[in-house]
């Protein structure tokens, strides 16, 4: 999984509150389209043979490296919401969902349930988010769906496990018809009492189980019935931060190595990181510092790490780190507008899927050059405007960062190989800004264009609403406006 919030627990229960790092809700809705993958939001990515699984606000499978896709929702047995966690093994596959509900107390995240598949994902079952009786007695129970959704799931050859933040870490050997509450600590289940009963992250490693909480890394042998916990505080070489956000496996040519995602939990001496253990978990390395880590995927020894800084890549097994430059479009220009990147898939008979805020990006060759999908809603078909801004509104302090300015998209289509020139203009049509001139597009489709927000002399234009026009060659000229809001 790996796009995640941070939590703050209501003292009253688990009718908690949640808040995201950068101020936004962890699903963000995507606009209608025609073809592509459903949202621009790639909260996860898993690769099953030929096929590539993104988790977005649905789950959306490519067999073709991204020329089709198919999109499954609650009709293909998919929970309600969008998908917040994916796990593989062999043909089984499990997805979780997310949605967000409205109660008198406010707005708040609720776990959609989990669905699997036994057939590489051809057929899905869906069974509820787990919740606990009120009778329940032996520990604190978690009666509602409400914060209760699944961050993360592990697969091992007889049980699923789940991590969630008010449900805790469950395991089911049943195919998800009961679950059993697992604690790390031999303490009754509390989430309001125990942070190591918050769990983000789950992971297993082929014989051993890893959970990862606001409380450390922890780690069983024995199917849960004892654990060991790795921590900020317990270890002369420990993990950054006791809030591990991620866990990963990676066999290597030198034996295996566990990766951690490890933030700051309630500890000023903590800081967030990259941690990670060639010895099991009795020694800990860090890299990345003051790095908020949200995935990893491997190819062989190289590592790679999605985060909320970029995307990287270690070749030597986390000594040396290189970030990805501007990921754009070797075909149609289309860049990704962020630096905000929650999930990742490598292989060598797959290459190199990365997922952010703002679509998905596939590379054959190591990231040389790149395949950009993004949902939209294509224009000038039907009732369909020919042209749109998104985001409408648009702020440049907030939307699709890069390189410290924003950026809005003014979406159009063109019917054959045509030169497109693209102005903006102020209320009282005075030329602001020549987007695009002349620019050749080399077939028919569609095509958007990017705007900063900024001037010809580089000034970030003031609040208020702003025309722009879309010149096709042997077409005309069609007109949208933007409201820029600061």
């Given at each position: 999984?790996?796009?995640?919030?941070?939590?703050?627990?209501?003292?009253?229960?688990?009718?908690?509150?949640?808040a995201a790092e950068d101020g936004k809700t962890l699903f963000i809705p995507a606009p209608d389209q025609i073809t592509g993958i459903s949202g621009n939001a790639i909260n996860d990515i898993a690769v099953s043979g030929p096929r590539i699984w993104i988790g977005t606000n649905a789950l959306c499978m490519t067999e073709d490296n991204g020329m089709s896709w198919h999109i499954y929702s609650e009709e293909d047995g998919i929970g309600r919401g969008s998908v917040s966690a994916i796990a593989r093994k062999g043909d089984t596959l499990w997805v979780a969902t997310a949605f967000d509900t409205t109660t008198s107390l406010g707005t708040y995240d609720a776990g959609g349930g989990l669905s699997y598949s036994l057939d590489g994902g051809d057929t899905w079952t869906w069974v509820p988010q787990p919740v606990?009786?009120?009778?329940?007695?032996?520990y604190s129970p978690t009666t509602t769906v409400i914060n209760n959704l699944t961050y993360d799931i592990a697969l091992t050859d007889s049980t699923v496990w789940i991590a969630s933040f008010a449900g805790g870490l469950r395991k089911s050997g049943d195919m998800g018809k009961t679950w059993q509450v697992v604690t790390v600590d031999g303490n009754p289940f509390s989430a309001v009492s125990y942070y190591a009963h918050r769990l983000f992250s789950v992971m297993y490693d082929g014989s051993a189980i890893w959970a990862g909480s606001a409380g450390g890394v922890h780690k069983s042998l024995d199917g849960g019935k004892t654990w060991v916990t790795f921590s900020h505080q317990n270890?002369?070489?420990?993990?950054?931060?006791?809030?591990?956000?991620?866990?990963?496996?990676?066999?290597?040519?030198?034996g295996p190595v566990v990766w951690a995602a490890t933030v700051e939990a309630v500890d000023m001496g903590e800081y967030r990181a990259v941690s990670y253990t060639k010895d099991g978990g009795l020694s800990w390395d860090v890299c990345l510092n003051s790095t908020f880590a949200h995935n990893f995927a491997f190819s062989g020894d190289d590592v790679y790490v999605a985060t909320s800084s970029g995307l990287f890549k270690s070749v030597d097994l986390g000594g040396r780190w290189a970030a990805f430059p501007f990921i754009r479009d070797r075909d149609t220009g289309e860049g990704v507008y962020s630096t905000e990147f929650y999930s990742v898939g490598a292989g060598p008979e797959t290459g190199l899927w990365a997922g952010s805020g703002d679509g998905a990006a596939y590379s054959r060759d190591n990231g040389i050059s790149w395949k950009v999908f993004r949902a939209f809603k294509s224009t000038g078909l039907g009732s369909q405007p020919?042209?749109?801004?998104?985001?409408n509104p648009f702020s440049p302090y907030r939307h699709n960062q890069q390189d410290g300015d924003g950026h809005v998209r003014f979406q159009y289509n063109v019917s054959a190989p045509s030169a497109v020139t693209v102005k903006v203009y102020d209320y009282g049509m005075n030329l602001v800004r020549t987007v695009a001139d002349e620019i050749y597009r080399p077939g028919a489709g569609d095509y958007a264009e990017v705007w900063n927000g900024r001037n010809e002399l580089g000034d970030v234009v003031a609040n208020g609403v702003y025309f722009y026009s879309v010149y096709i060659e042997g077409t005309g000229t069609v007109w949208g406006k933007v409201l820029v809001v600061d």
């Open positions: 999984m790996k796009r995640l919030l941070y939590i703050i627990i209501a003292a009253a229960g688990l009718s908690a509150s949640l606990d009786s009120q009778d329940v007695t032996g270890q002369d070489q420990p993990v950054s931060g006791n809030f591990v956000v991620a866990l990963a496996h990676q066999n290597t040519s030198r020919e042209t749109y801004a998104f985001p």
